[in-house]
């Protein structure tokens, strides 16, 4: 049951919620790539959250609700499809900061390119930007359990307001390096093997638990901390030359394109198709050929570390990290 509650929402995710962009090549050009939906909450550069005194006391919350809750209700969250963030409370203040990391251009799109036609070639569009979002407050609907029944609030650690300060610096300088959402954990074997890494939400929540701990937070280990893993099983990816292997990249990520006026049979053989085909994986700028290893992929609701507690009793075994090198070009 669980395995077939992975794959139904893998595919929805895959086929449903395609954003629309048009245009040219570059990848994450604001003149081709369009939101479907516009977060006023999320600014293009994330401001710091405003300076607070340095011993200001302020609870930090693990905040999870289903994914498109605003279309869907809870339907995701059941199958265990979350959004989270980091929630700030202010003790002293009574001032409240969400800290969270999502897709600019919708999920989607941070999962597959676009197709587009450009003087009759087609041509593969990644509209995939990623951004951090700074939030002077805490949506408190949207996160509430009493709205969303499998929503969630974490409490996590209690910091200092100079804690918080040096956050807001390192938010920033996160959203820098983190430039693009990345969907996949492309693994060998689930907590072993890590060949490419996943940078959604649920990353940048875990590195903000790790960050405040090595500024000086400490973690109760009875704390139950869990996030999605949606995951890509293979051997070892190998990297592709772009223009060689071109034909067969666009085949494959067309089999994802739902906006070609198809029928929902033909979207589904479209879907199916993909088992004939070669895989890819668009990562760090670069394509990968996978070969895919069983149960091939599988979205997982699992533990994640709580930094500074050991989590061997726990379902999740520590990552056995197997850096690829992203950067040596394939002959």
């Given at each position: 049951?669980?395995?077939?509650?992975?794959?139904?929402?893998?595919?929805?995710?895959?086929?449903?919620?395609?954003?629309?962009?048009?245009?040219?090549?570059?990848?994450?050009?604001?003149?081709?790539?369009q939101q479907k939906i516009q977060r006023e909450d999320c600014p293009i550069i994330p401001y710091p959250f405003t300076s607070v005194d340095d011993n200001d006391q302020i609870e930090v919350w693990?905040?999870?609700?289903?994914?498109?809750?605003?279309?869907?209700?809870?339907?995701?969250?059941?199958?265990?499809?979350?959004?989270?963030?980091?929630?700030?409370?202010?003790?002293?203040?009574?001032?409240?900061?969400?800290?969270?990391?999502?897709?600019?251009?919708?999920?989607?799109?941070?999962?597959?390119?676009?197709?587009?036609?450009?003087?009759?070639?087609?041509?593969?569009?990644?509209?995939?930007?990623?951004?951090?979002?700074?939030?002077?407050?805490?949506?408190?609907?949207?996160?509430?359990?009493?709205?969303?029944?499998?929503?969630?609030?974490?409490?996590?650690?209690?910091?200092?307001?100079?804690?918080?300060?040096?956050?807001?610096?390192?938010?920033?300088?996160?959203?820098?390096?983190?430039?693009?959402?990345?969907?996949?954990?492309?693994?060998?074997?689930?907590?072993?093997?890590?060949?490419?890494?996943?940078?959604?939400?649920?990353?940048?929540?875990?590195?903000?638990?790790?960050?405040?701990?090595?500024?000086?937070?400490?973690?109760?280990?009875?704390?139950?901390?869990?996030?999605?893993?949606?995951?890509?099983?293979?051997?070892?990816?190998?990297?592709?030359?772009?223009?060689?292997?071109?034909?067969?990249?666009?085949?494959?990520?067309?089999?994802?394109?739902?906006?070609?006026?198809?029928?929902?049979?033909?979207?589904?053989?479209?879907?199916?198709?993909?088992?004939?085909?070669?895989?890819?994986?668009?990562?760090?700028?670069?394509?990968?050929?996978?070969?895919?290893?069983?149960?091939?992929?599988?979205?997982?609701?699992?533990?994640?570390?709580?930094?500074?507690?050991?989590?061997?009793?726990?379902?999740?075994?520590?990552?056995?990290?197997?850096?690829?090198?992203?950067?040596?070009?394939?002959?």
């Amino acid at each position: 049951m669980i395995q077939i509650k992975s794959i139904t929402l893998l595919l929805v995710v895959c086929i449903a919620f395609v954003g629309i962009c048009f245009g040219q090549l570059p990848d994450n050009d604001p003149q081709l790539c369009q939101q479907k939906i516009q977060r006023e909450d999320c600014p293009i550069i994330p401001y710091p959250f405003t300076s607070v005194d340095d011993n200001d006391q302020i609870e930090v919350w693990y905040l999870q609700a289903p994914i498109f809750e605003g279309m869907f209700g809870n339907f995701f969250g059941k199958l265990k499809g979350f959004h989270s963030a980091v929630g700030f409370y202010d003790l002293t203040t009574g001032l409240n900061y969400t800290a969270e990391y999502d897709a600019y251009y919708e999920v989607a799109n941070g999962t597959v390119p676009n197709i587009v036609n450009i003087n009759g070639t087609k041509e593969i569009l990644w509209c995939n930007a990623g951004i951090l979002c700074s939030i002077p407050f805490i949506n408190e609907t949207y996160w509430d359990p009493a709205i969303f029944s499998t929503a969630s609030k974490t409490y996590m650690t209690t910091i200092n307001g100079a804690q918080l300060n040096k956050f807001s610096e390192w938010m920033q300088e996160y959203n820098i390096s983190n430039p693009n959402y990345q969907t996949w954990d492309i693994w060998n074997k689930f907590g072993e093997s890590l060949w490419m890494s996943s940078n959604t939400c649920d990353d940048f929540a875990a590195n903000a638990f790790q960050y405040l701990f090595e500024i000086g937070a400490t973690y109760d280990c009875s704390i139950v901390f869990k996030r999605d893993y949606l995951n890509i099983y293979s051997q070892q990816p190998t990297l592709v030359d772009y223009e060689s292997n071109k034909d067969s990249i666009i085949k494959f990520y067309e089999a994802f394109d739902i906006r070609k006026g198809e029928s929902y049979f033909q979207i589904i053989e479209d879907i199916i198709s993909i088992i004939g085909l070669e895989k890819y994986i668009y990562y760090q700028d670069n394509y990968y050929l996978l070969q895919l290893n069983y149960p091939f992929l599988d979205l997982k609701y699992d533990f994640a570390p709580v930094p500074g507690c050991s989590i061997e009793k726990k379902s999740f075994n520590e990552k056995n990290y197997k850096v690829i090198d992203v950067t040596t070009k394939s002959k």
